[in-house]
């Protein structure tokens, strides 16, 4: 039985990572530490907070005196670190948020956690694992080779720089104090739960609410997308098992650039509407609604700063050393998480109020179609 702290749990993977977490391993206990940002949402906790199944705490990994007690209180002998700013545009739009979370934070988290383990003399049976991004090594042209573990980094948006400076301090902390630490860096995640101010949340509901699908640039920029019911299988993997010191990178071999994500976003919902009547009367906006194609929505903007062209992973590590791979195709996946977002309307109005309005007005008030 292990003692387990996940910081930003109330984040979208960490959501998702709790739940497989408590599924899997039963009798471990956990913490989730969450500073509940506009990111977070412990709705879909709450059964297992109810249950004692889980101890939610509210707070910042940057308090090192919370960070300190938490430790001294729980005991913990593993360390899943996911609290992080995580979004580029935000990133690009407002940077110091970034630096104070992903590089003072984990630095925080890091140092009381090697304090922790070191007087209590747990440091022999801990494991820390900091959950990073493939955005840490820049980007690719259309025939690179993907990234493997030893890709220089390039960062080239504040978010990927502070992930990339995060990435350094773990590591320097496993050279420098012996702190069992390991690395994962993943490609685009998406699935249940994931806020929609990211790519594939945003489209669905902007095409339910008959809004105009913002595609940056010409669309062509690549990414790989992973469902995240892969990625926590991995880091799982990952945490137990992984060598100390390691980094694994985590992908899902689903290479598609914007255009056809959106593309396929739109066809699922036009199938959708086909399929389900009651659909029309619930989202009389959508053009899929009146037999109207949701292409017809597509737009391109201007495009983001800096944009990174591709990012590919190449995840043979992961799969030679722990046998670990990913099983959801992307087609399937992509179905299962529209279908999601459509019988989970409730979740996505509540996050979509407030604070998110006031980022749509920022972010997309500025791009011009192009
Ligand atoms: P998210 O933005 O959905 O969730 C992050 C969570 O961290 C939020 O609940 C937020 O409240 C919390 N948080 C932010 N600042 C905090 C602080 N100072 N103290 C405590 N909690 C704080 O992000 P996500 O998509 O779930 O990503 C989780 C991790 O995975 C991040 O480290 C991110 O860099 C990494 N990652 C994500 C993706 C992806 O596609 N989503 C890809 C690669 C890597
Ligand atoms: P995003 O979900 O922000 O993830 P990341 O930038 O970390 O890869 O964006 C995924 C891709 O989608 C990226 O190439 C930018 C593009 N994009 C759009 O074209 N329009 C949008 O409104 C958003 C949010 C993203």
Request: aromatic share 10%.
């Amino acid at each position: 039985m292990q003692h387990v702290l996940i910081t930003g749990g109330a984040g979208f993977i960490g959501q998702n990572l709790v739940h497989a977490w408590c599924k899997a391993r039963p009798d471990d206990r956990l913490v989730v530490v969450d500073a509940m940002t506009y990111a977070a949402n412990v709705r879909s906790l709450e059964p297992l907070i109810t249950d004692r199944r889980i101890q939610f705490v509210r707070g910042d990994i940057g308090d090192a005196a919370l960070m300190r007690r938490l430790f001294d209180e729980h005991h913990f002998t593993r360390v899943a670190h996911l609290a992080a700013e995580s979004h580029v545009d935000r990133s690009i739009a407002d940077p110091e948020a970034f630096l104070q979370t992903n590089v003072l934070g984990t630095f925080t988290l890091l140092k009381t956690a090697l304090d922790a383990w070191r007087s209590s003399g747990a440091i022999d049976r801990a494991r820390f694992l900091h959950v990073s991004t493939d955005e840490v090594y820049g980007s690719l042209g259309p025939d690179d080779p993907a990234f493997t573990e030893s890709s220089p980094y390039r960062p080239n948006s504040p978010y990927a720089a502070s992930k990339a400076a995060s990435d350094h301090l773990v590591r320097a902390f496993v050279a420098t104090y012996a702190m069992p630490a390991l690395i994962t860096n993943c490609s685009n995640n998406y699935g249940p739960y994931q806020h929609p101010e990211k790519l594939i949340p945003l489209m669905i509901i902007h095409a339910l609410e008959g809004k105009p699908l913002p595609v940056y640039g010409d669309g062509s920029n690549v990414r790989d997308w992973l469902h995240v019911s892969d990625h926590c299988g991995a880091l799982m993997s990952v945490i137990e098992r992984g060598r100390i010191g390691e980094t694994y990178n985590v992908g899902g071999g689903n290479e598609r650039n914007n255009r056809e994500v959106v593309g396929l976003i739109c066809e699922t919902l036009d199938e959708a509407f086909a399929a389900h009547k009651d659909l029309a009367s619930r989202f009389p906006s959508c053009p899929a609604a009146s037999g109207t194609g949701c292409h017809s929505l597509i737009g391109f903007v201007t495009d983001r700063p800096g944009h990174d062209h591709r990012y590919a992973i190449d995840a043979g590590k992961l799969a030679t050393e722990l046998d670990s791979r990913c099983s959801v195709g992307f087609e399937s996946g992509l179905r299962q998480t529209v279908h999601w977002y459509l019988a989970h309307e409730d979740w996505w109005r509540d996050v979509t109020s407030g604070a998110y309005r006031a980022w749509i007005d920022k972010n997309y008030g500025f791009r011009i179609a192009v």
